[in-house]
């Protein structure tokens, strides 16, 4: 894999079968109502499947299918070891098929399969094994009584767990959620982004290959407004996780409200700071990794590095760097090894990205891209872009661009980054640049996010939660901490002669 050409990616590409219909009870079923929708590749405007359209009727029978499969025990009521078993065998099942996965998710939404086949999906197959060697690990509790009482504390699964996963990482996204899920014991039902639905569905199948039961792992692709909403309000699922915007956040917020109380895990927007300090000793690594935290999937990143916040006497300095490292990213065929970014994920999402670098040409100063590209001729492509001098209060430093759109702001007081990077609604990530390790925990213990990086850019591993405060929601994917979401602590309290 390593030595794929673009044309070796292309001849993989033309021999996959693209999964279309709905995994419901462990068949690939239509939509009840016939309808389909169409899965693009923004690279090249080809239309790759008509995947079925998923509505509320079809919402009713995986959530009736996973509520079977948890009451009836077959998989909630499995041997802990048991279950790490079938997920450990789902893992090497990923890595079995890890060029078809990543083709999937390339074709699907423009990432670079170079990073999908590096990243991607090796970090899902890595996802579903950690959880998997976790579930015989996470031990109850029994609690301080006095004599003759005797209480158990144990985690147990919720039952039926909707999934709502975003366009930007379909494999991993699907992953982060399902695998925790899972590994508790619950039932899953998961609706991919409508952008992006091939590779929940491949990996449906997969996880019916690796012995996960009939009716457990449920995938509905479908349109947020439709799909998306039937699970927010259903009755009959016990716990919504998602990931996406803010605005969508809420909604299922109030869905819950409006239904069964059921609790909602969102992980939503970000803006995330990247603080670069004067006192940093190696500028250079500052600026590859500046470039990386904006760039990286087209800026297509919840927790992207995109608002840059650089002291006064080294920005000049900086930005050359930057500039430089910008016009080496230029994006290309998803497809070719030799790219450094892909596609933006639709014409809708591109178009956005320009209406606010079109507005920046009036309120900063445009110093890298700022235009779109096209690639043979067609495709949703955006030039890496830096504006400088943004003010703080400009939509390029407050909103949520979601592409490949940076945004440098000098400052000249440690107060005065700190006091910046905070203003904002988001708080998922930020990074902070420093040699001085006071200064670097000073800062990191003053900033209002869920995740600090020093002397890198968005930092995360399995073992590390990941989430987000302020309208960036609450909750976290990843590490043990992520059980906690799909499980409930429930009290057996025995009375016993002594």
């Known amino acids: 894999m390593a030595n794929h050409t673009r044309e070796d990616w292309k001849a993989r590409a033309a021999q996959i079968t693209f999964r279309r219909q709905a995994f419901i009870d462990g068949k690939f079923v239509d939509a009840l109502s016939g309808e389909t929708f169409d899965s693009i590749n923004p690279a090249t405007g080809e239309v790759l499947a008509k995947v079925a359209a998923c509505g509320a009727a079809d919402i009713d029978r995986a959530v009736a299918a996973g509520r079977r499969a948890f009451e009836d025990g077959r998989w909630s ?25 990543a083709l999937l998710d390339s074709l699907d939404m423009g990432k670079l399969v170079t990073d999908a086949a590096t990243i991607d999906a090796p970090g899902s197959a890595h ?10 690990k996470v031990y109850d509790e029994v609690a301080p009584t006095a004599r003759g009482d005797l209480a158990l504390v144990r985690r147990v699964p919720l039952g039926v767990v909707g999934a709502v996963v975003p366009w930007n990482f379909p494999l991993d996204m699907a992953t982060w959620k399902s695998s925790a899920a899972l590994a508790a014991g619950n039932s899953v039902v998961l609706k991919p982004a409508e952008q992006s639905p091939l590779s929940a569905l491949r990996l449906a199948e997969l996880a019916a290959e ?3 039961p009939d009716g457990v792992f449920n995938v509905v692709p479908g349109y947020g407004a439709t799909a998306g909403k039937a699970l927010g309000l259903h009755m009959d699922v ?8 803010t605005e969508v956040g809420k909604m299922f917020m109030q869905y819950s409200g409006q239904s069964n109380l059921k609790q909602v895990w969102p992980e939503t927007g970000g803006k995330s700071p990247n603080i670069i300090f004067a006192d940093c000793g190696d500028l250079d690594a500052a ?6 935290g904006i760039f990286f999937n087209q800026g297509e990143v919840c927790s992207a590095n995109s608002r840059l916040y650089v002291e006064r006497s080294i920005k000049d300095a900086l930005v050359e760097k930057l500039i430089a490292r910008a016009k080496a990213a230029q994006p ?16 809708k999402q591109t178009q956005g990205i320009l209406r606010f670098i079109e507005a920046g040409k009036a309120s900063a100063n445009l110093v890298a891209g700022g235009e779109r590209v096209h690639v043979e001729g067609k495709g949703c492509f955006v030039a890496p872009t830096i504006f400088e001098d943004v003010r703080p209060d400009d939509p390029l430093a407050r909103d949520e661009i979601f592409g490949p759109v940076l945004s440098v ?13 905070n203003d904002s609604i988001y708080g998922l990530a930020a990074s902070v640049w420093t040699d001085n390790l006071s200064r670097a925990l000073r800062v990191s213990e003053q900033l209002h996010v869920g995740t600090v990086s020093v002397n890198t850019v968005d930092a995360l591993s399995a073992q590390t939660p990941f989430g987000g405060m302020k309208q960036s929601g609450f909750g976290r994917d990843l590490s043990l901490h992520s059980l906690e979401k799909y499980t409930a602590l429930k009290t057996t309290w025995i009375k016993y002669k002594i």
């Not at 009521?77 to 996965?101: F, Q, S, T, W």
């Not at 996802?127 to 015989?136: G, H, L, N, S, V």
């Not at 290309?332 to 014409?347: F, K, Y």
């Not at 702001?409 to 990077?421: N, P, S, V």
């Open 77 to 101: 009521r499995m041997a802990p070891g048991d279950r790490k078993a079938v997920l450990l065998r789902l893992a090497e099942l990923i890595r079995a098929n890890l060029e078809e996965m």
């Open 127 to 136: 996802f579903f094994q950690w959880y998997a060697e976790a579930i015989d």
């Open 210 to 212: 690796a012995g996960i």
């Open 238 to 245: 016990d716990c919504l996780a998602f990931t996406g915007s």
């Open 287 to 292: 600026a590859d990794m500046a470039a990386f």
């Open 332 to 347: 290309g065929d998803p497809l070719d090894p030799a790219s450094r970014m892909g596609a933006i994920v639709d014409e």
């Open 409 to 421: 702001i000098a400052f000249d007081t440690e107060e005065e980054a700190i006091r910046m990077a």
